[in-house]
């Protein structure tokens, strides 16, 4: 199941006027830049908290066998920590396809780990889409992304990504922290990090 959001995204007129914008990214976006940015910073956004509950039927996974990535839950105190790139507007045409299945251009504050503040982007999947998948058990969670595949890789290689790099960021989630941990208990041919690397 897919909802195809590229064109609602074209919509979003919100920082038209602005020579660069900030995107702020909590799941793929941190450790997989495949887009030209001006300049990156680790920063986090409150009131969101990160969850694997969005089925991937295009990257991580197939609309047979879906995958599961991150979205954002509001959660009144969470703090989610992320990395924040300063883009182009030119470079939205291909970030709204990349995050085509359910994901919404949403404005929020990003702030910066030196205390500073700007208004930027986040990509965020509501619980009213299609391919929301929504709360899972976290041991059920790994087992789906265990046996999940799709043209962007394995769905283990984007949690094991997505934990090391929040360790590398010093960032604390307990949610994907425990998913990493009960995916590696179902042993190495679970844990695919590319086509035939084991984590
Ligand atoms: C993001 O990384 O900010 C959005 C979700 C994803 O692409 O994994």
Redesign the pocket.
Same mark, same amino acid.
Do not use: H, L, W
């Given at each position: 199941m897919s909802v195809n959001t590229i064109a609602i995204n074209r919509q979003m007129s919100h920082f038209d006027d602005h020579a660069s914008v900030w995107l702020?990214? !909590?799941?793929?976006?941190?450790f997989k830049a495949d887009f030209p940015y001006l300049e990156r910073r680790p920063a986090h956004i409150r009131g969101w908290a990160r969850r694997f509950w969005q089925a991937s039927h295009d990257h991580r996974g197939t609309p047979d066998a879906p995958g599961r990535?991150?979205?954002l839950i509001a959660q009144e105190g969470a703090v989610c920590a992320?990395m924040a790139y300063l883009i182009t507007p030119e470079v939205f045409a291909h970030l709204d396809h990349?995050?085509k299945n359910g994901?919404l251009r949403l404005a929020t504050p990003i702030m910066f780990e030196d205390g500073q503040q700007a208004e930027g982007l986040? !990509?965020i999947a509501a619980e009213d889409n299609q391919a929301f998948a929504g709360p899972a058990g976290e041991p059920e969670i790994a087992r789906q992304i265990a046996g999940a595949a799709g043209p962007s890789g394995p769905n283990s290689e984007?949690l094991l990504k997505l934990a090391q790099a929040l360790r590398e960021l010093g960032a604390e989630d307990a949610h994907v922290f425990a998913i990493e941990r009960h995916l590696l208990q179902l042993g190495p041919a679970a844990a695919v990090l590319s086509s035939g690397q084991r984590a």
């Open positions: 702020f990214g !909590y799941g793929s976006i941190i990535v991150v979205t992320g990349r995050e994901y986040i !990509y984007y």
